[in-house]
């Protein structure tokens, strides 16, 4: 605290510029009537313009027109100016219109000013007591002896049962009214100020994702060294004493027991006589609806800083999909370029669809060639003593039809022997439409002949049917 420290304070600090602010009477009374004395976190632009503005005729109806000359929208665009440092103006994810909160700062000055006032009552011996609760609790959580903390238990267990039988024998002592108010006026401002911290929890996660932004907006570093550096600094934040310490006061205040005691707890308090004379406002009955509502501001900031990340994971797969998107069409272009205007030469190479065998022991062996001679001799013309009807009773098969039959009969599986396809489809023509059935499937390279088993065909001539035993033939889709 020397002299350099508190002249920076004086000319930096939003806290003491709001108290030293011309208009500071205004400021301080207005932001506490709307925000502190209701305890409302945000408000909008159009409630909170027109609460000012009926405030600001309010005064002038007391002091004078002259008071305050500004309109309403001008202080608040004054006030929200990050010099100020007063109000936090924001727009919500839903919704168009701006939103405005207390900046931490503000808020600590409130506080100050509202510690300031004459206390009805001070209460010392319930802040002794709790120095005293907390030095204990310290020192039971960081013994490491087994035997002292037995010791202690076996302590507490003691007075604990003396405490019993001194209820048993003279019933229960009449409490003292002075100590039930001390402690109800210290319960009440520990809430408070738990409250008011807050807006600092709320303010730091705010500058971590305003950071988060600014880094990925302003960095070229590659996608994973970024992500590293972000969660690097998010998982600081989260382990950090404060953000420990957050999170463990998060899963207090939500459970179940815990919020069913409190909430009974404070209903058993607010019927106190004691209490009832006070006539106290219903801040600390409400303190467990305040506290969550808090909480899921803070929370809510929190995911902000994970939908960043999420929306920078998405924007930068989309710019790698278009990328690839631009590759492909450039691509297309240069196809259809080539297409229209051919240079000449092979344009791309395609290897075979499948492999070409070739066996050198399936070759056929030389065999030289013949030369046929023919005796020039006089051809005579003569009777033919045999008979000719055999040229005239040819029979002729439509191989394509054979082949449009084994497509169709493979169009429900995926294989299919002659034997079967016969059934389906009987011979018309004949041993020679069987033949040609025999000769597709030696030719067909999906086709095969199986010689380990045989089928059995018959086959109609005539009157009578022939019975014709052959290797098996399969045709494959």
Known sequence: MDYEYIDSL????????????????????????????????????????????????ALREMYGPELYPRNAREYLDDWANPEKGILRKFYPEQGDEAEYDLTPAAAQAIDWLQGLADKQFVGTESRLLTVFDLLRDIVRRTEKDPQVKINELRARKEEIEREIELISSRGILPHDPVQVKERFFQA?????RLLADFRQIEYNFRALDRETRELIATSDKARGDLLDEIFRDQDIIRDSDQGRSFQAFWELLMS??????????????????????????????????????????VYTTGNQLVEQLRRFLDD??????????????????????????????????????????????????????????????????????????????????????????????????????????LEQFPLEKGLAELVAYFNIGARDEKGMIDETRTETVFVQSGDAVKKVTLPQVIFIR
């Open 316 to 421: 930068q797969a989309w710019l790698e999909n278009r990328r690839i998107m631009d590759i492909i069409r450039e691509i297309e272009k240069t196809a259809v370029e080539v297409k229209s205007n051919p240079t000449g030469g092979a344009f791309a190479a395609l290897d075979a669809v499948k492999p070409r065998v070739d066996l050198p022991m399936d070759r056929h062996l030389f065999i030289p060639s013949r030369q046929t001679r023919l005796r020039a001799v006089a051809l005579e013309e003569g009777l033919a003593e045999i008979a000719a009807d055999a040229l005239f009773n040819q029979v002729y098969v439509d191989e394509e039809q054979l082949v449009a039959n084994i497509r169709k009969a493979l169009q429900t599986r995926s294989q299919i022997s002659l034997q079967r396809l």
């Open 10 to 57: 004086k000319r930096t600090h939003p806290a003491l510029k709001l108290l030293a602010a011309d208009n500071a009477p205004l400021i301080i009374s207005f932001l506490f009537k709307v925000f502190i004395e209701p305890n409302t976190r945000s408000l909008g632009f159009s409630e909170l313009q027109s609460r000012l503005a009926d405030y600001i005729f």
């Open 188 to 192: 009440e401002e520990t809430g408070r």
């Open 256 to 297: 179940p027991e815990r919020q069913e005691e409190l909430q009974e707890l404070l209903n058993r308090v607010y019927t106190l006589e004691e209490i009832v004379e006070l006539e106290p406002d219903a801040f600390l009955a409400r303190i467990k609806y305040f506290l969550l509502e808090a909480g899921e501001k």
